[in-house]
């Protein structure tokens, strides 16, 4: 299985600060990642595809990168609805996996 | 709009059986594949099973597999996942979700889930 390290696991950020949270897989997963934010008692939300790409609908401030085994998602600059929990995942190959988590709070 | 209202949850105990039922709406089902995630209480998630548009082909994650059967009814429009010899560490939050049209493997659209506790 493709285990997914997320890092920080939690992150204390003000409004306006550019954040960066990343992921790295345990072996390559060409750009099959993508990045889920989830709020408390809500199911997840698609935010980025396939490393780079916008879900329809999701913000401009927020863009991915990366390749081979290491990832970013990058907020420009954070609002107060950013709040919540962000999920790395790969659609590499079987067992599709996610990574742990990193909660971001809003000082 | 495209609409996933997962049921059929609840607290059942070891060993027994649950079968979860998600009613899809606001687009065409059956051109769809379907999966169920899930997530335990404060625990990250977890992609439990996966069935093809037509129900041809389906995919299991190993601690699940022979105890889950995911199955579909495309003319009701309607994903199930019958849950069978539970366990307590089947304890989750399960949610539906779509995998786009795309024939990528990730999930797009999600249910609101639907919480299975098994405990005696």
């Known amino acids: 299985d493709i285990q997914m390290t997320q890092s920080p696991s939690l992150l204390s950020a003000s409004v306006g600060d550019r954040v960066t949270i990343n992921c790295k897989a345990s072996?390559?997963?060409?750009?099959?990642l993508n990045w889920y934010q989830q709020k408390l008692g809500e199911a997840p939300k698609l935010l980025i595809y396939?490393?780079?790409n916008l879900q329809t609908g999701i913000p401009s401030r927020f863009s991915g990168s990366g390749s081979g085994t290491d990832y970013t998602l990058t907020i420009s600059s954070l609002q107060p609805e950013d709040f919540g929990t962000y999920f790395c995942?790969?659609?590499?190959?079987?067992?599709?996996?996610f990574g742990s988590g990193t909660k971001l709070e809003i000082k | 709009e495209v609409q996933l209202v997962e049921s059929g949850g609840g607290l059942v105990q070891p060993g027994r059986s649950l079968k979860l039922s998600c009613a899809a709406s606001?687009?065409?089902?059956?051109?769809?594949?379907m999966a169920w995630v899930r997530q335990a209480p404060k625990k990250g998630l977890e992609w439990v099973a996966t069935?093809?548009?037509?129900?041809?082909?389906?995919y299991y994650r190993d601690s699940v597999k022979g105890r889950f059967t995911i199955s579909r009814d495309n003319a009701k429009s309607t994903l199930y996942l019958q849950m069978d010899s539970l366990r307590s560490e089947d304890t989750a939050t399960y949610y539906c979700?779509?995998?786009?049209?795309?024939?990528?493997?990730?999930?797009?659209?999600w249910g609101p889930g639907t919480m299975v506790t098994v405990s005696s």
């Open positions: 995942f790969q659609h590499n190959s079987w067992p599709l996996t």
């Open positions: 979700a779509t995998h786009p049209f795309n024939n990528y493997w990730y999930f797009d659209f």
């Open positions: 072996q390559n997963i060409n750009k099959y």
């Open positions: 606001g687009f065409t089902f059956s051109d769809y594949n």
């Open positions: 396939n490393t780079n």
């Open positions: 069935i093809i548009y037509d129900g041809s082909r389906t």
